[in-house]
């Protein structure tokens, strides 16, 4: 008796295949209460990283997710059990805070732990939560996240350049968390737009598993980066050479569209609700920093601070935060000057290692004086 021919059961096969692909992929929408992002190997196979993963090239064994669950899981806040002997920071902030070219140990956070810095008679542990594009949503979103992480203390470090309305919307990760961002707009309620274009609207069939794919890719791929991690220490692509940041300047006062004539304007292009969102959210002592920018001592230096910033913009906005901190009350520090140009790297806001001792020896003074 001749054996049945395989190939006739093939095409059974492949159709209850595709049927059960299909399925899954068009039930995928309804297994949206289920936090894939929490299912994480950090902080159990792998240690957890330094800082909130952020990173598009392979070098840099890290991606950037969108899925804010899965991003703290990454980090080794999800982690570490508070103890009795903690004073637990957050540091908010942008890509300054982050630590773009500086690896974790010379970040504000790693430099402060190194420190060994005491407050209210226990010793300060910081953890790194800023993350890289300008927007005070962005930092509002991801510190309304971190709350539960039962912190001592919050301090967000600023800068003027993500306080434009403007920018609020267009950093990637704020975009692509409408829910949240518009639970924050209703919560606090802000001046931003729920419906405004910025914010990535999924279709039905951006929701299934296959208009996922990518989001889920992301998941995945930063957790096998957690083996890359765990045996290097990198988390981002440090080059032995880059650009400087520029000293010689345009001749030109604008400032997003603004000159020294729309000083009105100014005043009421700025987010100011979301930073007091911000300052009112969390039931701890929170501070408020300026932080450092480069002054640039070149050409045109008498009409601009740096790339980012002319001289009138960044004066009248450095007198707004006088007044509001005033106002409210808030811990505030205006750390501006504090570094001098050399000790920037790339950016009028990104610091050298030297840089960031000189600061953090300054934020270690602010959380001992305002900690309670």
């Known amino acids: 008796m001749e054996p049945a021919n395989p190939r006739i059961r093939l095409f059974p096969v492949l159709a209850k295949a595709i049927l059960l692909f299909a399925l899954f ?10 936090p894939l992002g929490k299912f994480s190997l950090y902080n159990s ?8 993963p952020y990173g598009e090239v392979r070098e840099s064994y890290s991606v950037s997710p969108f899925d804010i669950d899965a991003m ?10 508070k103890g009795p002997d903690e004073y637990r920071v957050l540091l908010i902030g942008d890509s300054s805070v982050w630590g773009t070219l500086l690896r974790p140990e010379e970040t504000l956070a790693g430099q402060l732990n190194a420190n060994a810095v005491e407050a209210c008679g226990k010793t300060v542990h910081a953890y790194n939560l800023g993350y890289p594009t300008l927007s005070l949503l962005k930092e509002l979103m991801l510190l309304d996240h971190a709350l539960q992480y039962q912190p001592d203390m919050v301090v967000w470090l600023t800068t003027l350049e993500s306080f434009p309305n403007e920018r609020q919307l267009t950093s990637p990760l704020v975009a692509n968390n ?18 405004d274009p910025e914010l990535v609207e999924l279709s039905k069939w951006d929701q299934t598993f296959v208009g996922q794919r990518r989001a889920v ?16 220490g990198i988390d981002q692509v440090y080059p032995k050479d880059y650009v400087r940041a520029q000293i010689d300047l345009e001749p030109s006062d604008e400032f997003h569209g603004l000159t020294s004539e729309d000083l009105p304007s100014l005043r009421e292009s700025l987010a100011f609700d979301v930073l007091e969102a911000g300052m009112s959210a969390p039931s701890v002592p929170t501070i408020l920093i300026n932080e450092p920018i480069l002054i640039s001592n070149g050409a045109n230096s008498d009409i601009r601070y740096n790339f980012l910033y002319p001289r009138w913009a960044y ?42 001792a000189i600061l953090t020896d300054k934020v270690a003074e602010a959380i001992q004086t305002t900690c309670q």
């Not at 409408?178 to 419906?195: M, Q, T």
């Open 72 to 81: 703290f899981a990454s980090h080794v806040i999800a982690g570490t059990e």
């Open 25 to 34: 992929n068009f039930a995928f929408p309804f297994l949206g209460d289920l």
């Open 315 to 356: 004066n009248e906005h450095r007198q707004m935060l006088l007044e509001r901190s005033a106002e409210h009350e808030w811990n505030y520090f205006d750390f501006w000057d504090l570094a001098p140009m050399t000790e920037f790297t790339n950016s009028g806001v990104h610091l050298t290692p030297q840089g960031e």
């Open 45 to 52: 196979i792998f240690p957890g990283r330094e800082r909130l």
């Open 178 to 195: 409408a829910e949240r961002v518009r639970g924050l707009i209703e919560r606090y309620d802000l001046s931003a737009d729920p419906h």
């Open 217 to 232: 890719a992301d998941i995945l791929r930063l957790q096998i980066y957690g083996a890359l991690w765990a045996a290097t």
